[in-house]
T-cell receptor
Framework: GAGVSQSPSNKVTEKGKDVELRCDPI?????LYWYRQSLGQGLEFLIY????????KSGLPSDRFSAERTGGSVSTLTIQRTQQEDSAVYLC?????????????FGDGTRLSIL | QKEVEQNSGPLSVPEGAIASLNCTYS??????FFWYRQYSGKSPELIMF????GDKEDGRFTAQLNKASQYVSLLIRDSQPSDSATYLC????????????FGPGTSLSVIP
C-alpha cells in the first residue's frame, strides 16, 4: 500500500502475556518512529530507527519493551510480560530522512488493551 | 518545565472566526517545527512546517515562529466545523536532530 501499515489494528490480551506489534513503513522511507498515546494524552516517543539502527532508544519505558527493524523496512515492537498500564494506542510513523525537514507519516495505530 | 507546552483547551470558536493555537518550547536549539492535526480516534496528519522566524501561510492556515521567544503559533482563519480536532505542536530536537518532540495538543471545537 501507499501508506504506513500497522498490524494488528486491535489487540486484547491478558496481563503477563507478550505482544508483538508490526509496522510496515512507506517504501523508501529510511526513518521509522514508534510512539505511544494513552487515552486523551499526547504522543509519547518510544524509539527511532534510521535504517536498521536505533540511535535513540531513550523513550522505551522499561526493559520489557524492545524493538527491531530488519532490512531497513518492517519493524516490530515487542512488549514482554504486559501490564495494564501498557494499554494505549501504539503509533508508527515513517519519513524519508532526517526529521529536520521531513514530515512523519503515521499509520492507523494498534490499539492495545491489557485485561 | 515541560519540553513543549500548549493550552490544553478545549478552545471553542464560532464558525468563521479565527482560531489561535499557541505553543512554547524549552529547547533553544530547536530550529524546525511541525503542526499536526489529529481527529478523534485517528492518527496525526501534517498541516504545516515552519523553520524561519516570521509567518508562513498555507490556505486558511498561518504558522508564526519567534525563536527568540521560543514561541510558535497556528492561526486558522474562517474556521470550519471540520477543523474541530486536536492540534499538536512538534519541534525538532535541537540536539537529536531526527527526534520530534510532540506537545500535549490543544483541542479545538468550531461551533456552527
Amino acid at each position: 500500500g501507499a501508506g504506513v501499515s500497522q498490524s494488528p489494528s486491535n489487540k486484547v490480551t491478558e496481563k503477563g502475556k507478550d505482544v508483538e506489534l508490526r509496522c510496515d513503513p512507506i517504501s523508501g522511507h529510511t526513518a521509522l518512529y514508534w510512539y505511544r498515546q494513552s487515552l486523551g494524552q499526547g504522543l509519547e516517543f518510544l524509539i527511532y530507527f534510521q535504517g536498521n539502527s536505533a540511535p535513540d532508544k531513550s523513550g522505551l519505558p522499561s526493559d520489557r519493551f524492545s524493538a527491531e527493524r530488519t532490512g531497513g523496512s518492517v519493524s516490530t515492537l515487542t512488549i514482554q510480560r504486559t501490564q495494564q498500564e501498557d494499554s494505549a494506542v501504539y503509533l508508527c510513523a515513517s519519513s524519508l530522512g532526517t526529521a529536520s525537514n521531513q514530515p512523519q507519516h503515521f499509520g492507523d495505530g494498534t490499539r492495545l488493551s491489557i485485561l | 518545565q515541560k519540553e513543549v507546552e500548549q493550552n490544553s483547551g478545549p478552545l471553542s470558536v464560532p464558525e468563521g472566526a479565527i482560531a489561535s493555537l499557541n505553543c512554547t518550547y524549552s529547547d533553544r536549539g530547536s530550529q524546525s517545527f511541525f503542526w499536526y492535526r489529529q481527529y478523534s480516534g485517528k492518527s496525526p496528519e501534517l498541516i504545516m512546517f515552519i523553520y524561519s522566524n516570521g509567518d508562513k501561510e498555507d490556505g486558511r492556515f498561518t504558522a508564526q515562529l519567534n525563536k527568540a521567544s521560543q514561541y510558535v503559533s497556528l492561526l486558522i482563519r474562517d474556521s470550519q466545523p471540520s477543523d474541530s480536532a486536536t492540534y499538536l505542536c512538534a519541534p525538532i530536537s535541537g540536539t537529536s536532530y531526527d527526534k520530534v518532540i510532540f506537545g500535549p495538543g490543544t483541542s479545538l471545537s468550531v461551533i456552527p
